[in-house]
């Protein structure tokens, strides 16, 4: 059983960069779909950031973040990435990583994800 786990959170200021990684465990991520959502509060739902296929080339992202964020994987290293560039503070939120589950939900909304990974924070300072 292949579980995800974020890292790379952390506090920074409006304007910076960060990027957030996801890792899985237990198995191999080159075969599975994963996407990154993020939650800014804890009784908000989350919010689709971006998508990746198996083909790397395959990428899909949110409108509100489309143009700051980059989704990439690295297949060697068992981890997708999260590019995150010119932070504003309404990014602050935990963001979690998860696979993509054919057959559930759509693949922007959290129903078509399962296999959470725990969430890593991101708060960024005005």
């Known amino acids: 059983q292949v579980q995800l786990v974020e890292s790379g959170g952390g506090l920074v200021q409006t304007g910076d960069s960060l990027t957030l990684s996801c890792t899985a465990s237990?198995?191999?991520?080159?075969?599975?779909?994963v996407g990154w959502f993020r939650r800014a509060a804890p009784e908000k739902g989350r919010e689709f950031l971006a998508?990746?296929?198996?083909?790397?080339?395959?990428?899909y992202y949110a409108d509100s973040i489309k143009g700051r964020f980059t989704i990439s994987r690295d297949n060697a290293e068992n981890t997708v990435y999260l590019q995150m560039n010119s932070l504003k503070p309404e990014d602050t939120a935990v963001y979690y990583c998860?696979?993509?589950?054919w057959g559930r939900g759509n693949n922007d909304t959290p129903a078509g994800y399962g296999f959470w990974g725990q969430g890593t924070q991101v708060t960024v300072s005005s």
């Open positions: 998860a696979r993509r589950i």
């Open positions: 998508a990746i296929s198996v083909n790397p080339s395959m990428k």
């Open positions: 237990g198995g191999s991520l080159s075969t599975l779909n």
